[in-house]
């Protein structure tokens, strides 16, 4: 019963990651189509990550009402109307428009799922789980650059993960027995059970030492990795002057680091804590930005973002399994949804941010961006350790 519901919740992660790299899959096919500047992709990506921001901060309250089976099966369902409404947008309003359902969906199952998988599974299982949103990830490039490729439309690599997250609703929906009886754990993870009973105000969780940080560093992951999602194949397009359909599948190499990586992290987990993966990802990040900055042409370049999807593999999910170790079971849905809150907050600033800067500036400042929030994602993970102990 539980192994099944693990693949349950292994499904789950990869309709997390479907649609998480589709849009800039998608983007340098989809701005010339509406007339729009390259930049307002980023305006796409801040309103998703609006929805997601809103719908994390409630999820603490959502599962502690409907528990986790019914928040994600409901989430689900809700990405996949949002998707077939992009499928059939003819224009960047229309878009922004379904963009708002589309960050509601992800937002509070992300913190749900986490969460549960946190308490009660060992470290392997949420690198494992986390792959499994990179074999998402990964697929929607590839979907989509299919579609491209084979003479279709942006609008059908769209309507295909929609009939996929319309599937992978349906199967959540008929595995709802299989989450009762849990509902009681996850509202029995602390001790004081008036404490479990209500949802624990921001202010509240803002004084909670480490909180801060921890935030910030959410914040800078976030950055980074959607930045890189949904600028790299811009990048190859307009640094290296390859075709859109050709670049949306070599920017899928990025999700397949991060999903190999991810594969590879579980086994390494039984030898290393979560402070050490996060350092070990942290470095290899460095590394994969470093050959970006190289002028060494096109094959450098896609290792190096390679390397970045490998690097970042360790980090969200050793960040989110010490959560309920550093801050207390009994906060860890309440942090947790914070925390999620504060990465797609980075999530909406941040590739907008940037999307300005390549389009006033020059795309070629894409490494030399992310390597400013990782630096400044470094310092707030360190100063964090100072704060809490495992």
């Known amino acids: 019963m539980i192994s099944l519901l693990l693949a349950i919740i292994y499904l789950a992660f990869i309709s997390l990651g479907l649609p998480d790299s589709l849009l800039g899959a998608a983007w340098p096919a989809m701005y010339q189509e509406f007339s729009v500047p390259i930049s307002y992709a980023g305006g796409i990506s801040m309103i998703i990550a609006a929805g997601t921001v809103v719908s994390s901060l409630q999820c603490d309250r959502l599962t502690k009402k409907m528990g986790t089976g019914k928040v994600t ?9 949002a998707l077939l409404g992009f499928s059939t947008s003819r224009s960047f309003i229309a878009l ?19 969460n549960y998988v946190a308490l009660h599974y060992a470290s392997r299982h949420m690198s494992w789980l986390h792959c499994m949103w ?33 599937g992978l609703t349906a199967i959540l929906l008929f595995a709802l027995p299989l989450w009762k009886g849990r509902k009681a754990d996850e ?13 624990i105000p921001l202010v509240q969780i803002l004084g909670i030492p480490g909180a801060k940080e921890v935030m910030v560093a959410f914040f800078c992951y976030c950055a980074l990795e959607q930045t890189t999602g949904l600028w790299a194949s811009s990048y190859l397009v307009l640094q290296w002057g390859i075709t859109s359909e050709i670049a949306a599948r070599f920017a899928s190499l990025f999700f397949i680091g991060i999903t190999v990586g991810r594969a590879f992290s579980g086994f390494l987990t039984l030898k290393l804590n979560d402070v ?8 290899i990040i460095v590394l994969g930005i470093s050959l970006l900055l190289l002028p060494f042409g096109r094959g450098i370049a896609l290792f190096g973002l390679i390397l970045i999807g490998l690097g970042c593999a ?8 010490s959560t309920p170790t550093r801050f207390g079971a009994d906060r860890s849905q309440a942090m947790i949804g914070v925390q999620m809150a504060s990465a797609y907050v980075g999530t909406c600033l941040m590739p907008p ?17 992310l390597l400013l929030v990782l630096v400044l994602m470094v310092v707030m993970h360190e100063k964090l350790l100072k704060k809490t102990r495992e």
């Open 353 to 369: 941010i940037f999307g300005l800067i390549a389009g006033h500036i020059s795309i070629f400042l894409f490494p030399i961006f």
């Open 314 to 321: 360790p980090i969200y999910p050793s960040i989110i399994h």
């Open 276 to 283: 050490q993966m996060i350092r070990l990802g942290q470095g």
């Open 96 to 114: 922004c428009l379904w963009a708002v359902p589309y960050g509601l969906g992800a937002g509070c199952v992300d913190a749900s799922l986490n």
């Open 134 to 166: 990179g074999v998402g990830a990964s697929l929607g490039p590839c979907i989509m650059g299919y579609a491209l490729a084979d003479g279709q439309s942006w609008n059908m690599g769209y309507r295909y993960i929609s009939i996929l997250q319309f």
């Open 187 to 199: 509202r029995n993870a602390g001790n004081d059970e008036s404490s479990r009973s209500r949802p």
């Open 73 to 81: 099966a409901i989430s689900v369902l809700t990405t996949a109307i």
